[in-house]
Structure formats: structure tokens, C-alpha cells
């Protein structure tokens, strides 16, 4: 869970950010570190990346952009991953997350209105053999139902 | 001490496994019972999930699914066991060369691992010259078991003789392909194996160092491929001088960001590099100029890890299995619509309707089984009228097919195969690297295609026909060059579908 950055301040990023320069190709294990951090990319931290590795502001954001796990918004608190794959399709996926999102009154990626819940697509989380699959933050969730992902969410007050 | 094995592999722990074991855990101190509880790897049985098993007199004997709530009766021996989990006919038929030790040891004792026949075959390897290491890869005729099925000798061959102040071993842990599972278990059951076959590459080509590029998604192979690295660096495994060898290897863990593309190998060299995941132009091969320029060995995780039991068994040995080209066992990944889902590792040859009805049971709904995607979401339909062909590389290729990195997904009929079509058109829209013309703006138009020929609109068929010959030829890289295997498979074994539209229906 990252922790309350709204004093985010540059030598966090900085920091982060030198820790990483040591490594053949850094960039993403240190974007995946800020997000860790802060819980997505904060604005802030493009120059200083831009000054350590010698990139232009567009080569970085087309990193950024370029891969669907980096935010650079501040997510919801919590998320649920419905697989939407092949494998999770065949034992009644779709209906499944259409279910989920009726009842939830969203829409994929549509953060809940009180910011603590946001449902996203995933396409496969290699529970093919137990599908459908879905992940309520880290928690894997194999044969999910309507009634499994119900009392998950109900655990955290969701 | 009672031994009790309960998997910490992901599925199982999707299922209730941890639970179970802080049940066990409660209910022996309850009872006053003293008993070592070992997480080890799953043994495939995906449907029996949470496995328990307890030794009795050097025997395993399974008990599953357990849920956590069945815990006391299980240590009060109320309820019945599967027998010894080895008896169990969908492990007993198989041939686990690959996978031996996954499920049997605990992942991250090295001394277990040892024990079962780990590192004998890195010491073999230590001990022979570079170019006797490629020509044991040669001959035993292992293929690249990521999907393109390319000898992995012989890409090491070019990686060792080509010249280059660093040269690199890449593992592609990026299994993003629907249905399949078998990198994300043997990383997370069995995770000194790939590492070991690593430091073998390493030896064979002059390569130091390496990494293992995981997909985010897989957040316990991740875990656990980090500490078997750290252990099997504090061992001497790894480092400067690889079990006494004098040559050094070393690895890191790198995690990708959800991007299904970075599997092809050279956009995965990109994302490694801290570049867009983008496709690069083939030649320079990767095996010349692969990351940072250099010579690069880029192997999928099950490749690599059956590299050790080729060296400890010998390739002769491993090349005993197989049917034509296709030499040695795969790991065969079950899933979707099926009774008994899970990883089934055999020989090359077995026809595909003996996986799907006889190992698999078919479908879990009881219902008929439709069609069968085999290869992952760029991997054919294979209707039940294919169902005699082999699981091999060329027998699948000759059935307008492909067995990729040997995902079975398994449908019943309720399958809306026009839907399916969409689908493989709808990802590849989304999964694009945008490169290339035919794959980002095909997808797109293939996605409206199939929704004109939905609405009953028969003439957009030509086109939609003529779109995937023009993706196939023109694209850079498998994931548009594939795409059109899952839609012209389900267009020309499910062609009625495709024409009874509600526009057509309501004609007659």
C-alpha cells in the first residue's frame, strides 16, 4: 500500500532515482519503484529522470505510456483484476465481470465514486486450470464467483 | 518428523492454500502434534487444489481438494485419501523430465534440490568446453518451447561464436499467452532449475550475466525466483566462480509493466533496455545484436529449465522421447472448459483428443466439447474433427495450427466462435506495439469486420479473409503475423456461425 505523499517531496524521487542508476537498463525497475512508492508516477519525478539518464521528456513519457501498469494519477485504494483472457472466457468469464460491474455500479476502470475501488480488465494471471481468475489487490482469487468476490470485498469494508 | 506438503504455487493459493496451512498449522498445536509443514511446488493436478500430503513410511499420500475448514477431520483421518500422489493416473501417465522435481521439493532448500538430481548436471557442464555444451543442446534436440520451436542449440552455437566484450542470457519469463501456466509453476516449484540451465547457457556462450524478465502479473514467481537467486548466489551457484568452475555467472530479477507484446523477444529486449516494448526489424538477430547490441541468448523459461536434466541424464536420453522433430517431453497446460485441469508433461506425439477427453476428462460442464485453442490467443480453433492430430510441431503446423508454448483451452459449446474472433482481433488492437501497419491498424479494422459480418452483413467475409492474409504476410512480429490463426480457424471450421447472423436468420 503506498504510503500518504501529499508533502511528495524531490529528494524522495531523488533518492529512488539514484538508487537505481547502477543497473543495465534502470528505467523500468526505477518507474516501478516510484509507483511503489508513491502509488503512480508523480509529475515531479520526469526531470530529475530525464536529468539522471540523459533522456528527453518525450522518450520518457513514451515509456510511461507505453506500458499499462504506470499511473500517472493516483489510483484508487483498492483494485479488483477480472481476467478478461481466452481461458477464464470459457468457464463464464464475461457474464462474470458483467455481473461484478452491474452490481458495483462501474465500469472498467471507472474509479468508485468515493476513490477506494476501481475494477480493471487483466488478461491472464496464469490460473487457466482453475479459471476464472481474478485479483483483489495482491490476493489471487481462483474459480472466482459473485459470492467469492463479494465476501473479499466485504473483508475490507468494500 | 510427519512431513505435510501443501503447494505455495499461486493456483493453489488462489484456491485457499494459505489458509489451509494456517489451519494446519492451528490444528496440530491444538492436537499437540508435532509435524513440519513444507510449501512446496503444485504437482500439476490444478482441479485437486489445495493438494495436502502427508508421508506415511517415505510415501505421499494425497488428500484434495482440502479446504481449510476440513483440516481437523483430515488429522483425525476422516477423510479418504487419493492414495499415494504419485498413483494418482492423470501424474502416472506422464513423463516429467522437465518438471521432476516441481511439487516433490521445497522450492527454496537447495540441499533438496541437490538431493533430487539438482546441479548435477551444471557440475557435467563445468567440467566440458563450451563447444561440447552446445553440441549436447545440439543433440538432444531440444526446440524453443516459447512457441517458435527453434533449435536452442543452435542459437547458442551463434551466441558462442560470435564476438562481443559482454554477451548476455535472457530468460523470457513474459507468459502472457491465455491458458498457459508452466513458466509462472516451474519458477515458482522448481526455481534453481532455470537457474541452473541459465548458468549452463552462461558456460556455453561466454555470457557473465543474464536476467529473468517476469511478467508483473506473476507477483509469487517474482518472490520466489528473487530469493532462489540470493540463496543460490550465497551457495556459489552463481557469482564469480560457478561451483568452483572459475567462470562466472551472474543473474538479476527484472519485472515487466502489462504489456503482453514485451514476450516477443525483441521487443522484451527494448523493455529490458528501458525503451517502449517495441518490435524490433529482424535481422540483426538477437543472437548477434540483442541487449545493449550485444550478443544475446533469449530463452524461454522452459527451454531453459529443461537444460538440466539433459545434462544430467544425457541428451540421448532425453531425445529417446518424441515423435519426428519434435524430441523429447512437453509441458502440456490444460485449461479453460475441463474436468481435470492442470499440467500434463509428455512426450511429443499424443494425439490431441486423447488430452482433451481421456488426461482432461472434457469438459467440466458435462457439455460437448466445441472446438479446442490450442497455442495461446494467437494459436488456432481446433475443432473435435482434428482431434487425431499429434502434439507436435509440424503436425499442428500442418493442420493450420500452431502449439505455441502448449496452452490447451478447451470450450464447450456454448462457445460463440464469431465472438472468440472478435476477441483475438479486439486483443491484438489493444496489445499492439504500434510499429507496424498491418497488426495496429488491421486489428482495428479487423474488429469492425467481424462486427459487420455479426450484424449479417456475409459480403464483409472476403474482406475479413483477405485483411488476416495481408496481417499474416505483413506484420513484424507473431503477435499480428499470428492473430489471424484463432480468427481463420474459427471462420473455416465454424463457418456456419459466421452467416447464420441474426440478418441471415431473419431472411429465411
Given at each position: 500500500?503506498?504510503r500518504?505523499?501529499?508533502?511528495?517531496?524531490n529528494?524522495?524521487?531523488?533518492?529512488?532515482?539514484?538508487r537505481?542508476?547502477?543497473m543495465?537498463?534502470?528505467?523500468?525497475?526505477?518507474?516501478?519503484?516510484?509507483?511503489?512508492?508513491?502509488?503512480?508516477?508523480?509529475?515531479?519525478?520526469?526531470?530529475?529522470?530525464?536529468?539522471?539518464?540523459?533522456?528527453?521528456?518525450?522518450?520518457?513519457?513514451?515509456?510511461i505510456?507505453?506500458?499499462?501498469?504506470?499511473?500517472?494519477?493516483?489510483?484508487?485504494?483498492?483494485s479488483?483484476?477480472?481476467?478478461?483472457?481466452e481461458?477464464?472466457?470459457a468457464?463464464?468469464?464475461?457474464?462474470?465481470?458483467?455481473?461484478?460491474?452491474?452490481?458495483?455500479?462501474?465500469?472498467?476502470?471507472q474509479?468508485?465514486?468515493?476513490g477506494k475501488?476501481?475494477?480493471?480488465?487483466?488478461?491472464?494471471?496464469?490460473?487457466?486450470?482453475?479459471?476464472?481468475?481474478?485479483m483483489?489487490?495482491g490476493k489471487?482469487?481462483?474459480?472466482?464467483?459473485e459470492?467469492?468476490?463479494?465476501?473479499?470485498l466485504?473483508?475490507?469494508?468494500? | 518428523?510427519?512431513?505435510?506438503y501443501?503447494?505455495?504455487?499461486?493456483a493453489?493459493?488462489?484456491?485457499?492454500?494459505?489458509?489451509?496451512?494456517?489451519?494446519?498449522?492451528?490444528?496440530l498445536?491444538?492436537?499437540?502434534?508435532e509435524?513440519?509443514?513444507?510449501?512446496?511446488?503444485?504437482?500439476?493436478?490444478?482441479?485437486?487444489?489445495?493438494l495436502?500430503?502427508?508421508?506415511?513410511?517415505?510415501?505421499?499420500?494425497?488428500?484434495?481438494?482440502?479446504?481449510a475448514?476440513?483440516v481437523?477431520?483430515?488429522?483425525?483421518?476422516?477423510?479418504?485419501t487419493?492414495?499415494?500422489?504419485?498413483?494418482?493416473?492423470f501424474?502416472?501417465?506422464?513423463n516429467?523430465?522437465t518438471?521432476?522435481?516441481c511439487?516433490?521439493?521445497?522450492?527454496?532448500n537447495?540441499?533438496?534440490?541437490?538431493?533430487?538430481?539438482?546441479?548435477?548436471?551444471?557440475?557435467?557442464?563445468?567440467?566440458m568446453?563450451?563447444?561440447?555444451?552446445v553440441?549436447?543442446?545440439?543433440?538432444?534436440?531440444?526446440?524453443?518451447?516459447?512457441?517458435?520451436?527453434?533449435?536452442t542449440?543452435?542459437?547458442?552455437?551463434?551466441?558462442?561464436e560470435?564476438?562481443?566484450?559482454q554477451?548476455?542470457?535472457?530468460?523470457?519469463?513474459?507468459?502472457?499467452?491465455?491458458g498457459?501456466f508452466?513458466?509462472?509453476?516451474?519458477?515458482e516449484?522448481?526455481?534453481?532449475?532455470?537457474?541452473?540451465g541459465?548458468?549452463?547457457?552462461?558456460?556455453?556462450?561466454g555470457a557473465?550475466?543474464g536476467?529473468?524478465?517476469i511478467?508483473?502479473?506473476y507477483?509469487?514467481?517474482?518472490?520466489?525466483?528473487?530469493?532462489?537467486?540470493?540463496?543460490?548466489?550465497?551457495?556459489?551457484?552463481?557469482?564469480?566462480?560457478?561451483l568452483g568452475?572459475?567462470?562466472?555467472?551472474?543473474?538479476e530479477?527484472?519485472?515487466?509493466?502489462?504489456?503482453?507484446?514485451?514476450?516477443?523477444?525483441?521487443?522484451?529486449?527494448?523493455?529490458?533496455?528501458?525503451?517502449?516494448?517495441?518490435?524490433?526489424?529482424?535481422?540483426?538477430?538477437?543472437?548477434?545484436?540483442?541487449?545493449?547490441?550485444r550478443?544475446?541468448?533469449?530463452?524461454?523459461v522452459?527451454?531453459?529449465a529443461t537444460?538440466?536434466?539433459?545434462?544430467?541424464?544425457?541428451?540421448?536420453?532425453?531425445?529417446?522421447?518424441?515423435?519426428?522433430?519434435?524430441?523429447?517431453?512437453?509441458?502440456?497446460?490444460?485449461?479453460?472448459?475441463?474436468?481435470?485441469?492442470?499440467?500434463?508433461?509428455?512426450a511429443?506425439?499424443?494425439?490431441?483428443?486423447?488430452?482433451?477427453?481421456?488426461?482432461?476428462?472434457?469438459?467440466?460442464?458435462?457439455?460437448?466439447?466445441?472446438?479446442?485453442?490450442?497455442?495461446?490467443?494467437l494459436?488456432?480453433?481446433?475443432?473435435?474433427?482434428?482431434?487425431?492430430t499429434?502434439?507436435?510441431?509440424?503436425e499442428?503446423?500442418?493442420?493450420?495450427?500452431?502449439?505455441?508454448?502448449?496452452?490447451?483451452?478447451?470450450?464447450?459449446?456454448?462457445?460463440?466462435?464469431?465472438?472468440?474472433?472478435r476477441?483475438?482481433?479486439?486483443?491484438?488492437?489493444?496489445?499492439?506495439?504500434?510499429?507496424?501497419?498491418?497488426?495496429?491498424?488491421?486489428a482495428?479494422?479487423?474488429?469492425?469486420?467481424?462486427?459487420?459480418?455479426?450484424?449479417?452483413?456475409a459480403?464483409?467475409?472476403?474482406?475479413?479473409?483477405d485483411?488476416?492474409?495481408?496481417?499474416?504476410?505483413?506484420?513484424?512480429c507473431?503477435?499480428?503475423g499470428?492473430?489471424?490463426?484463432?480468427?481463420?480457424?474459427?471462420?473455416?471450421n465454424f463457418?456456419?456461425?459466421?452467416?447464420a447472423?441474426?440478418?441471415?436468420?431473419?431472411?429465411?
Open positions: 500500500m503506498p500518504d505523499h501529499s508533502d511528495t517531496n529528494q524522495d524521487i531523488t533518492a529512488i532515482v539514484m537505481h542508476l547502477g543495465e537498463g534502470p528505467l523500468l525497475p526505477m518507474l516501478h519503484a516510484l509507483q511503489e512508492e508513491f502509488g503512480y508516477i508523480p509529475e515531479g519525478a520526469r526531470p530529475i529522470i530525464c536529468d539522471a539518464l540523459n533522456i528527453t521528456g518525450a522518450e520518457l513519457h513514451g515509456v505510456s507505453f506500458y499499462h501498469d504506470f499511473r500517472t494519477t493516483p489510483s484508487a485504494l483498492h479488483l483484476k477480472i481476467c478478461r483472457a481461458a477464464c472466457q468457464v463464464g468469464g464475461n457474464a462474470l465481470s458483467d455481473r461484478i460491474l452491474a452490481m458495483l455500479g462501474l465500469d472498467w476502470g474509479a468508485r465514486a468515493d475501488l476501481v475494477v480493471e480488465p487483466v488478461y491472464c494471471l496464469g490460473l487457466c486450470a482453475c479459471a476464472p481468475a481474478a483483489f489487490d489471487l482469487i481462483g474459480r472466482a464467483s459470492e467469492k468476490i463479494s465476501k473479499t466485504s473483508e475490507v469494508g468494500l | 518428523m510427519k512431513k505435510i501443501l503447494p505455495r504455487d499461486a493453489a493459493k488462489a484456491l485457499g492454500s494459505d489458509e489451509v496451512a494456517a489451519a494446519l498449522a492451528d490444528a498445536s491444538a492436537r499437540g502434534e509435524a513440519q509443514i513444507i510449501r512446496n511446488g503444485s504437482r500439476g493436478m490444478i482441479w485437486l487444489e489445495p495436502v500430503e502427508i508421508e506415511e513410511n517415505g510415501t505421499r499420500f494425497a488428500y484434495g481438494p482440502i479446504a475448514d476440513q481437523e477431520d483430515l488429522l483425525a483421518g476422516k477423510i479418504k487419493l492414495g499415494p500422489v504419485e498413483e494418482i493416473p501424474f502416472a501417465k506422464q516429467r523430465l518438471f521432476a522435481r511439487g516433490l521439493i521445497d522450492p527454496l537447495l540441499a533438496d534440490y541437490g538431493a533430487h538430481g539438482g546441479l548435477t548436471g551444471l557440475a557435467r557442464a563445468a567440467a568446453s563450451a563447444a561440447d555444451i553440441a549436447e543442446v545440439i543433440a538432444s534436440g531440444l526446440r524453443g518451447r516459447g512457441g517458435a520451436g527453434f533449435p542449440g543452435i542459437k547458442w552455437k551463434t551466441v558462442s560470435a564476438a562481443g566484450p554477451k548476455y542470457i535472457v530468460c523470457n519469463a513474459d507468459e502472457g499467452d491465455s498457459t508452466a513458466d509462472r509453476m516451474i519458477m516449484g522448481d526455481p534453481f532449475c532455470l537457474i541452473e541459465m548458468a549452463i547457457a552462461g558456460l556455453a556462450t557473465t550475466r536476467f529473468v524478465y511478467r508483473s502479473e507477483p509469487d514467481a517474482i518472490e520466489v525466483m528473487e530469493e532462489a537467486v540470493n540463496i543460490a548466489r550465497a551457495e556459489g551457484v552463481l557469482g564469480a566462480d560457478v568452475s572459475g567462470k562466472a555467472f551472474d543473474l530479477i527484472r519485472v515487466g509493466a502489462g504489456a503482453y507484446v514485451c514476450g516477443e523477444e525483441t521487443s522484451l529486449l527494448n523493455s529490458l533496455e528501458g525503451k517502449r516494448g517495441v518490435v524490433r526489424a529482424k535481422p540483426p538477430l538477437p543472437a548477434l545484436e540483442g541487449f545493449m547490441g550478443p544475446t541468448v533469449v530463452n524461454n522452459l527451454s531453459l537444460i538440466p536434466v539433459i545434462f544430467e541424464k544425457g541428451a540421448a536420453h532425453y531425445a529417446s522421447f518424441g515423435l519426428g522433430r519434435s524430441k523429447g517431453t512437453m509441458p502440456i497446460q490444460i485449461a479453460g472448459n475441463v474436468a481435470r485441469g492442470g499440467l500434463f508433461e509428455t511429443f506425439g499424443m494425439p490431441l483428443g486423447e488430452l482433451v477427453n481421456d488426461i482432461a476428462g472434457g469438459t467440466a460442464t458435462g457439455c460437448p466439447v466445441k472446438a479446442v485453442q490450442v497455442g495461446g490467443p494459436g488456432a480453433y481446433m475443432p473435435p474433427s482434428k482431434f487425431d499429434p502434439f507436435a510441431y509440424e499442428f503446423d500442418g493442420q493450420g495450427g500452431l502449439i505455441g508454448h502448449a496452452g490447451v483451452v478447451v470450450f464447450d459449446d456454448s462457445a460463440d466462435m464469431v465472438q472468440m474472433a476477441f483475438a482481433m479486439e486483443f491484438c488492437a489493444v496489445e499492439s506495439c504500434g510499429k507496424c501497419t498491418p497488426c495496429r491498424i488491421g482495428r479494422r479487423g474488429v469492425e469486420t467481424i462486427d459487420r459480418i455479426a450484424a449479417g452483413d459480403t464483409a467475409i472476403p474482406l475479413l479473409t485483411l488476416c492474409e495481408t496481417m499474416k504476410d505483413g506484420s513484424l507473431a503477435l499480428g499470428f492473430t489471424p490463426y484463432p480468427v481463420m480457424s474459427a471462420l473455416q463457418p456456419d456461425e459466421f452467416r447472423t441474426p440478418a441471415n436468420q431473419a431472411a429465411e
